[in-house]
C-alpha cells in the first residue's frame, strides 16, 4: 500500500469519525426531546367533574377526569386575567398584562398586545420552541380569537407556527347556531335582554345536528390527524377549544343529560354585593331572573361542559392510541372562570374565585404522581416556565411565572400567592384596575382607584360572601398580601381614608352607598 493510498484511508476515517462526532449527538438530543399536547379549554370553571365545584349537582366530563388520573391535578390553579384576550397574550408572552399594561388588551386587530413596550420583543412559548427545534403546530382558539362571521381576527402571529388551522389569520372555524325560534323564545324580553341583536353571542339552547357539524369538532378533527403522523422533529401541538365559551348552544344530547327538573342552582346571597365592588353586571343577573332563564342557563352551559369534553376525548383518544404515549407532556387547562350567579352574575370579569379558579391539569412522561393533588395556589403564568422546565431548557430571563415542577415532584412543596388583575369600566366613569391576591387560605382584593379593598377567609367563607379586609385582627393579612402585590407592582401606592362610594362603620362593616336589592 502506498503511502498516498495510506493517507487517504486515514482521512477518510477522520472525516468519518468527526462527522459522526458533530453531527450524531445534536440528532439524539433532537429525539430525546419530549413532544408537547398543549390543550386549552375556553370559560372552564371549577365545575369540571375532577375538581366538583358546583355542589349538588354532577357535571360529566369523563375525558378530562381521565387525563386527570394520569395528571398531577392544581386543585388552586388561578388565571391572570378573568378575560380571553388579557390571559391568552400573558400566558403565551410569559408576561403578566399587570407589569405590562395589557390588562384589557384590544384583541380586534391581530396581535395588538404587541403594542405594548414590554411585549414588543419578547419571545412566546410557541416561538421558544420553534427555536429550539420544535415543529410548532396549532388549532383552534389559543391565543385570543373571533369565529367568523362576526369577527375574523385573531391575535396569532403566523411566522411563529409550522402551520395552523384553519388559518392563523382566521384561527377558529365557524360557529354554528341554534334556531332562532331557540336562542330568542318569544316568552322572554328579547329587546331588552343583554348583549342583544341578530348576532348576540350571549345565547343558549340546543342545535338540531351531530357534533360533526360543531366547530370544535374539526379542531379536533386536525389535532387527531396530527397526532398520527410520525414527525422529524419534536412537536409543540396546541389544540384550542371554543366551547363552553358563549353562545351556549351545543347538540341535543348533550342537554338532555341535564333535564331542567335536575337543574341545582348555585347559592345567591341577595346583599352579596353591598360590601364590595359594582362590578357592572348586577343588571344581567336582574334580566336573568326577571325572565326567569337562571336554570336554562345552567343547563346550556353544563351542556356545552360535556360538549368540550367530548371533544377533548377525541383528541386524547388519538393521542393515547399514537406512538408518541411514552414521550410527551400534555396539559390541559382554561383561561378564566365563570360565573353561574354567583357573586350576582353570569359572566366573567370580576375577581373572585369563581371567575379566577380554572381546571389545570400536567402529565408528563414517567410521572410518578399521576393522580395526586397539589392544593398550593399556582398561575397559569407558570405554564410557560413549567413547560421549559420539562423540556428541558434553560428559561428566558423574562417570564413572570415560576416553573411548577417542585410540585411535580412533591406536590406539597410550597408556593406564593398568585396574582389575577383586570380592568374594569366603572359607572361610565373613568376604568378602575383591580389586583386580586390568592394564598392558600385567603383572597385579597385591591382597587387602587377608589380605594378599596376586599379580604375573603377561605377557610370559614368560600363563597366570599363576608369582606373582613376592614375588621379587627386582619392587619397583618392584609399587609402580608400586599407585599405579594408589591412584588408584581413595586410602584403600587395604598390611599388613607375610607373607599369611595362606601361607608365603613366602627366595627370594620363596609356598606356601598346607595345599594338596591332585587
Request: include cysteine; glycine fraction near 6%; charge should be negative.
Amino acid at each position: 500500500m502506498n503511502s498516498l493510498s495510506l493517507k487517504f484511508r486515514f482521512s477518510l476515517l477522520a472525516l468519518t469519525l468527526m462527522l459522526l462526532s458533530n453531527c450524531s449527538p445534536p440528532q439524539q438530543q433532537i429525539e430525546e426531546k419530549p413532544n408537547i399536547l398543549f390543550i386549552a379549554v375556553d370559560d372552564m370553571n371549577d365545575w369540571a367533574g375532577f375538581l366538583s365545584g358546583h355542589t349538588g349537582m354532577k357535571i360529566h366530563t369523563p375525558n378530562i377526569d381521565r387525563l386527570a388520573a394520569a395528571s398531577m391535578i392544581f386543585t388552586n390553579a388561578h388565571t391572570p386575567a378573568p378575560a380571553c384576550a388579557p390571559t391568552r397574550a400573558a400566558i403565551l408572552s410569559g408576561v403578566h398584562h399587570a407589569r405590562s399594561g395589557a390588562e384589557n388588551v384590544y384583541w380586534g386587530d391581530g396581535p395588538k398586545w404587541r403594542d405594548f413596550e414590554a411585549l414588543k420583543k419578547v419571545t412566546t412559548l410557541e416561538q421558544f420552541f420553534k427555536k429550539n427545534g420544535y415543529k410548532t403546530l396549532g388549532a383552534g382558539k389559543i391565543y385570543h380569537s373571533q369565529a367568523p362571521p362576526w369577527d375574523a381576527t385573531s391575535q396569532v402571529e403566523p411566522a411563529n407556527w409550522d402551520f395552523y388551522y384553519p388559518s392563523p389569520y382566521i384561527s377558529h372555524p365557524y360557529q354554528i347556531r341554534a334556531p332562532e325560534e331557540v336562542i330568542y323564545p318569544e316568552e322572554v324580553d328579547n329587546e331588552n335582554r343583554p348583549g342583544g341583536g341578530a348576532n348576540s353571542w350571549w345565547t343558549w339552547g340546543a342545535i338540531p345536528v351531530p357534533d360533526e357539524k360543531m366547530a370544535d369538532y374539526h379542531v379536533a378533527d386536525w389535532a387527531r390527524y396530527q397526532l398520527g403522523q410520525q414527525h422529524d422533529k419534536p412537536f409543540f401541538l396546541a389544540v384550542g377549544m371554543w366551547k363552553p365559551h358563549d353562545p351556549w348552544e351545543v347538540p341535543q344530547k348533550y342537554f338532555d343529560m341535564y333535564p331542567l327538573e335536575d337543574i341545582v342552582l348555585p347559592e345567591r346571597k341577595k346583599d352579596d354585593l353591598e360590601d364590595s365592588f359594582d362590578h357592572g353586571r348586577r343588571w344581567i343577573m336582574k334580566w336573568v331572573l326577571d325572565n326567569d332563564q337562571w336554570k336554562k342557563i345552567i343547563q346550556s352551559y353544563a351542556a356545552s361542559i360535556t360538549f368540550s369534553d367530548a371533544m377533548v376525548g377525541r383528541v386524547l383518544d388519538a393521542y393515547e392510541n399514537s406512538e408518541h404515549t411514552d414521550n410527551t407532556i400534555v396539559v390541559l387547562w382554561s383561561d378564566h372562570g365563570m360565573h353561574m350567579g354567583e357573586k350576582d352574575n353570569i359572566e366573567k370579569f370580576t375577581l373572585w374565585e369563581r371567575s379566577t379558579r380554572v381546571p389545570l391539569l400536567i402529565s408528563a412522561p414517567g410521572m410518578s404522581l399521576a393522580g395526586k393533588i397539589c392544593e398550593q395556589p399556582v398561575s397559569l403564568m407558570d405554564l410557560y416556565p413549567t413547560l421549559v422546565d420539562l423540556a428541558g431548557f434553560e428559561a428566558p430571563t423574562h417570564l413572570d411565572g415560576n416553573s411548577l415542577l417542585p410540585q411535580l415532584k412533591d406536590p406539597n412543596t410550597k408556593t406564593s400567592p398568585v396574582i389575577s388583575s383586570y380592568k374594569f369600566s366603572y359607572k361610565k366613569k373613568e376604568a378602575v384596575t383591580g389586583h386580586a391576591v390568592r394564598s392558600m387560605r385567603y383572597r385579597y382584593i385591591y382597587y387602587p382607584e377608589i380605594n378599596l379593598e376586599e379580604l375573603y377567609d377561605h377557610e370559614n367563607d368560600p363563597n366570599e360572601w363576608n369582606n373582613i379586609a376592614y375588621k379587627e385582627g386582619n392587619t397583618q393579612v392584609i399587609d402580608d398580601h400586599r407585599k405579594a402585590l408589591l412584588d408584581m407592582l413595586p410602584q403600587m401606592l395604598w390611599k388613607e381614608g375610607q373607599p369611595e362610594g362606601y361607608t365603613i362603620d366602627d366595627e370594620g362593616n363596609v356598606k356601598k352607598n346607595n345599594f338596591e336589592l332585587f
